[in-house]
């Protein structure tokens, strides 16, 4: 079991920044590859960043590839978000999630926060 809290959201000018963190409870953190996840007004929730157990390898959606960087810091238990270049299109409520397996993914996440939002003015 593993409970996932997100912070760093708020309210940003376009062509600003802001760095959303997750804090994880559990001793197995390590075990599980993490991704951040966003969802819109009216739109389905979508995959934004996703990072395999040891940091090693990352992946991103294309609208963020370049403006966004997932870190994880295994002995702290938490991962992180630095969202560089907003747009108002970066909206969201943004998720951090925990998946079923060490290794990178887009899909099988199991554990999810509770959310923190982002808006982008423009």
């Known amino acids: 079991q593993v409970q996932l809290v997100e912070s760093g959201g708020g309210l940003v000018q376009a062509g600003g920044s802001l760095r959303l963190s997750c804090a994880a409870s559990?001793?197995?953190?390590?075990?599980?590859?993490m991704g951040w996840f966003r969802q819109a007004p009216g739109k389905e929730r979508e995959f934004v960043a996703g990072?395999?157990?040891?940091?090693?390898?990352?992946d991103y959606e294309d609208s963020v590839k370049g403006r966004f960087t997932i870190s994880r810091d295994n002995a702290k238990n938490k991962v992180d978000l630095l969202m560089n270049s907003l747009k108002p299109d970066d909206t969201a409520v943004y998720y951090c999630?925990?998946?079923?397996?060490?290794?990178?993914?887009?899909?099988?996440?199991?554990?999810w926060g509770q959310g923190t939002q982002v808006t982008v003015s423009s």
């Open positions: 990072i395999n157990w040891s940091g090693g390898t990352t």
């Open positions: 559990g001793r197995t953190f390590d075990t599980y590859a």
């Open positions: 999630a925990a998946r079923l397996s060490s290794r990178l993914g887009r899909d099988d996440y199991k554990y």
